[in-house]
Nanobody, 126 residues
Framework: QVQLVEPGGGLVQAGGSLRLSCAAS????????MAWFRQAPGKDREFVAA????????YYADSVKGRFTISRDNAKNTVYLQMNSLKPEDTAVYCC???????????????????WGQGTQVTVSS
């Protein structure tokens, strides 16, 4: 079992930056791929970014590529999402996710993840 907690989030103006964190417990974050997803009101859950267990490989949705950076600190069992040049369309509830088994696959499919954080609201004002 893995517990994921995402403090942070908040309100930021367009063009601003925000960093989200996701603390894992129960099983160390170093044992699996981790990912961030987001869901805006009235829209389906959307993949944002994923990072391999070593941190050496990352994968981004086209909508955030070049603006967002996913990273991890396995010593702290924490995954981060640095968001720069934020746009109003980035407004959503952001959740981190982990699979139930160790894998090197950086999947953008929500069905491939079994553990989810409670989510944190990010609002970007224009």
């Amino acid at each position: 079992q893995v517990q994921l907690v995402e403090p942070g989030g908040g309100l930021v103006q367009a063009g601003g930056s925000l960093r989200l964190s996701c603390a894992a417990s129960g099983r160390t974050a170093s044992e699996s791929t981790m990912a961030w997803f987001r869901q805006a009101p009235g829209k389906d859950r959307e993949f944002v970014a994923a990072i391999s267990w070593s941190g050496g490989s990352t994968y981004y949705a086209d909508s955030v590529k070049g603006r967002f950076t996913i990273s991890r600190d396995n010593a702290k069992n924490t995954v981060y999402l640095q968001m720069n040049s934020l746009k109003p369309e980035d407004t959503a509830v952001y959740c981190c996710a982990a699979p139930s088994f160790s894998t090197k696959v950086l999947s953008p499919r929500s069905n491939d993840y079994d553990f989810w954080g409670q989510g944190t609201q990010v609002t970007v004002s224009s």
